[in-house]
């Protein structure tokens, strides 16, 4: 191995590295192919030390490379509150932490919702504003045209059937209508250009949930009535019939927080509740084939009951299912269960999560990182 420097792409001698020179010869599809198999983190790492490595990332060969070999890799996604500070990723299959820069994207971004590698992104801007789809590893941007009627609060996206090309998506918001007329459901075709309303109101109703969860090709939302004590119900949208169906929920409504996840194409509530001073979580799993709830021996072993035992309140509380494991924030810790093997371990400790809490949002997401870029034939800004 040949002794010297590699110039700007390290600034010390090692007898481990090829001199400057020799990375410079070597054929561009051999440095492709030796760079494709960087772990992820490396390779963003890697998209900063020059101007050639860089321009990797806009060749459809590398990243179809990149994407091959990590294929199957999914992220564990803690978002801040201004998305220009970016995310907080952890990453299973190295045990690891690292931080995802979105310091690309506008200052006045947040992110709305997480669907495979793409992030739905809202701006505050009140009446009509415009949606943006976004992948962060490519940085491929596409705004979506302002979307129809008035916009009283909040909106929940879902993008369906997410994928490399956005003209075979379509991306579903559910709007409150406020003044207690419920929810309106809007699709977004991709392929068409075209927003279109999408079947009845849900009437009276107002969404608890802070993620709409997507599992078999169906919806499926927390909600309660919007005026009157409250009657929690999982509401289920079937985009293919355009049409709503309620699932009682499994609990008394005051029974804690409750939280809605999909985990290995099931769905399931998690719920917190205070008991004698001690916090307790359960956690129930919905049978979709006659939509009755069966609740889970989840097997709290005594390491884990008494970390939460000492938990006064629920404050960011979160879940979320990735690859048999259900992930759950109790802040500061996170902990996952292993739905197969009911086995609970806690997370490696971030330092951000404990000193810089209040900059993240309280949601966390399953992340499957696509090095490809989106596309979209049909017009919209990249």
């Known amino acids: 191995m040949v002794k010297g420097t590699l110039g700007s792409c390290s600034g010390f001698e090692t007898s481990n590295l090829l001199h400057s020179c020799i990375w410079s010869q070597l054929p561009e599809d051999i440095i492709r192919r030796i760079l494709a198999l960087l772990p992820l983190p ?9 101007k050639r490595w860089g321009s990797f990332f806009l060749s459809p060969a590398f990243l179809h490379l990149c994407a091959e070999r990590h294929s199957n890799h999914h992220w564990l996604l803690l978002p801040k509150y201004r998305v220009r500070d970016g995310c907080l990723v952890y990453d299973p299959t190295r045990g690891r932490w690292f931080t995802l820069s979105l310091n ?6 947040f992110i709305n919702s997480v669907h495979k590698g793409s992030l739905v992104l809202d701006t505050i801007n009140g009446s009509g504003t415009p949606v943006y789809i976004c992948n962060p590893l490519t940085k491929a941007l596409i ?4 979307f129809l009627g008035v916009r009283y609060g909040g909106f929940w996206s879902v993008l369906m059937n997410a994928g490399d090309n956005l003209n075979q998506s379509k991306l579903l918001i559910l709007i409150e209508a406020g003044a207690g007329n419920g929810l309106s459901t809007l699709i977004y075709d991709f392929a068409e250009g075209v927003w279109k309303t999408a079947g009845a109101m849900l009437m009276g109703k107002s969404i608890r949930s802070e993620k709409i969860i997507v599992c078999n090709g169906l919806l499926f939302c927390i909600t309660d009535e919007q005026v009157g004590p409250l009657n929690l119900a999982v509401s289920v949208y079937d985009p293919e019939r355009q049409a709503w169906t309620q699932v009682p929920v499994p609990m008394k409504s005051s029974f804690g927080f409750s939280r809605l996840l999909e985990c290995d ?15 307790e979580v ?8 006659s939509m009755q709830w069966i609740e889970q021996d989840m097997r709290i072993p005594d390491t884990i009951a008494q970390i939460l035992e000492e938990k006064q309140h629920w404050a960011w509380f979160d879940c979320v299912g990735m690859c048999g494991i259900i992930y759950i924030r109790i802040f500061p810790e996170i902990f996952a269960y292993d739905l197969l093997h009911n086995q609970w371990t806690q997370l490696p400790h971030h330092p951000d999560l404990c000193s810089e809490c209040t900059k993240f949002t309280m949601s966390m997401y399953n992340f499957h990182p696509v090095l490809r870029n989106i596309v979209l034939n049909t017009g919209g800004l990249q």
């Open 42 to 50: 490396s390779l963003f790492r890697m998209h900063a030390v020059c």
């Open 282 to 289: 359960h956690l129930w799993k919905l049978e979709q084939a």
């Open 265 to 279: 194409q099931h769905i399931f509530i998690l719920r917190g509740v205070k008991v004698d001073l001690a916090l």
């Open 143 to 146: 705004k979506v045209p302002h």
């Open 104 to 109: 690309f994207l506008p200052c006045n971004f």
